[in-house]
């Protein structure tokens, strides 16, 4: 049985401070990926080229012929005649084979939506290339077999990869058998080096057992050192990696996913199962554009921790602290956002400590400001009565406020773009916020919020 990627999506976020995770035990391995070749791959030196098609768009061609009429006219009555036209216009319009791949990726990623209900269902019919265009639906075995004879018709070599992959059904912290199969992707040899390109994953999504397309090339032309944290072929060749991992190996490691890569610098990976006394401090360099933000759970209860995660992202760099309540195990999920978009997953590992810890956080929104972050407070509640002191960064905004209620009271600005002022806290009051705006009197963006007891 295949199966599909899961990408969750938030809609707060919630972000705070830390400093640097240990590396994992796997780290001198990962750090030869890639270094030496395969007896039966090469690699590419640089993936500088592949990666420029690693756009997150379709080609609109592709997109404008997949809505042509006559093409669509054959895609019950003829499927090979319809490959095989497809393919000769995409031979038409490609430039090199990089770009023929890259189109066969689209064609087949636009075309096919996953076939949640028969997944779900386990009544998944014929995975033939043939059956897989004329009913638009395909698991991940469909979905390889349809990008293989796209590849073969254009020429370009392309093999089925079989192995075991971290989607639906499956989490690294419960028992993981990368010996059973239950995925399905494929290598490609492009101007004589192999690439790894999974077209499921590239397809869409899964929100609970609804499939949604939703294209993305996090999955072409993949790095292997990136693809090994989810990924595991039933050869250890077809890791495409210079020493390739046991399963002990892959089972030990957390699962981060290549998008991930794409976005942080110079990463510390944190070992599957981080340990700490209490607290636990994550820091990560982020490229310019985007933000991380957390998620904790709890695995033995299932229930999402509130207030135990501060995360603040100053100068590129995110650092973030755990509180971990109880010495249970609890799963973070780690999300990226790019301007104002959704978050989406990028990777997760665990963290279990040996004390509880009462620390507790504001809870910090996804928010627009540059470099926006809070000096102090940096723990809740508050105490109702008291004289709190407010400092608060934020460098593209022109005010900073503390709502109470209704009453906004406005900080003071030191010309720095630092945020300060005392704080009486109103005794009539559960819980206050911050707040950044370029208008004294409206719009402001919610930064943080604080209980109050």
């Not at 009539?428 to 604080?450: D, Q, V």
């Amino acid at each position: 049985m295949k199966k599909f990627a899961l990408i969750c999506v938030l809609a707060v976020s919630l972000c705070g401070i830390g400093f640097s995770a240990p590396k994992s035990k796997f780290a001198s391995k990962l750090k030869n990926f890639g270094e030496k070749l395969s007896n039966a791959y090469v690699l590419p030196a640089s993936y500088e080229t592949a990666y420029t098609y690693r756009t997150n768009a379709p080609y609109k061609e592709i997109v404008a012929l997949l809505k042509n009429k006559e093409l669509e006219a054959l895609r019950m009555s003829n499927p090979l005649k319809y490959v095989q036209q497809a393919c000769e216009k995409i031979t038409a319009l490609a430039k090199n084979d990089f770009e023929k791949a890259k189109m066969a990726h689209d064609f087949v990623a636009v075309l096919v939506s996953y076939d949640a209900k028969n997944f779900w269902a386990g009544t998944v019919p014929s995975q033939e290339w043939t059956n897989v265009i004329k009913t638009k639906t395909a698991v991940c075995e469909g979905y390889s077999n349809t990008l293989k004879k796209f590849c073969d018709t254009l020429k370009i070599p392309c093999e089925i990869v079989h192995g075991y992959a971290r989607g639906v059904g499956t989490s690294p912290f419960a028992q993981e058998n990368p010996k059973s199969t239950n995925h399905a992707w494929n290598i490609l040899k492009l101007e004589g080096e192999h690439y790894l390109v999974d077209c499921t994953w590239d397809s869409g999504h899964m929100e609970g057992k609804i499939s949604k397309q939703d294209y993305n090339t996090d999955w072409l032309f993949v790095k292997p050192e990136h693809c090994i944290y989810s990924h595991y072929p039933d050869m250890a060749k077809k890791q495409l990696l210079a020493t390739p991992l046991s399963t002990d190996d892959f089972c030990n490691l957390p699962d981060f996913r290549p998008v991930f890569f794409d976005i942080t610098r110079e990463a510390k990976i944190p070992s599957k199962i981080e340990r700490c006394d209490g607290i636990y401090n994550f820091e990560l360099a982020v490229k310019e554009g985007y933000k991380l933000s957390f998620a904790m759970r709890n695995l033995s209860e299932n229930t999402q921790t509130e207030n135990c995660i501060l995360s603040n992202t100053i100068d590129g760099i995110t650092k973030t602290m755990f509180s971990i309540p109880t010495t249970d195990i609890y799963e973070v999920t780690i999300f990226y956002w790019k301007t104002n978009k959704s978050g989406k997953d990028c990777g997760s590992f665990a963290i279990q400590s040996t004390a509880e810890s009462d620390t507790r956080f504001p809870v910090i929104f996804a928010h627009s400001g540059k470099n926006a972050y809070i000096i102090e407070p940096t723990q809740t509640p508050l105490k109702k009565g008291e004289t709190q002191h407010f400092s608060i960064h934020v460098e593209n905004k022109k005010f900073v406020a503390v709502i109470c209620g209704r009453d906004f009271i406005q900080l003071e600005n030191d010309g720095t773009g630092t945020f300060s002022g005392d704080i009486d806290i109103p005794s009539n009051i559960k819980e206050l916020s911050i707040a950044f705006s370029n208008e004294k009197m409206k719009s402001y963006e919610s930064m943080a919020k604080f209980t109050v007891e």
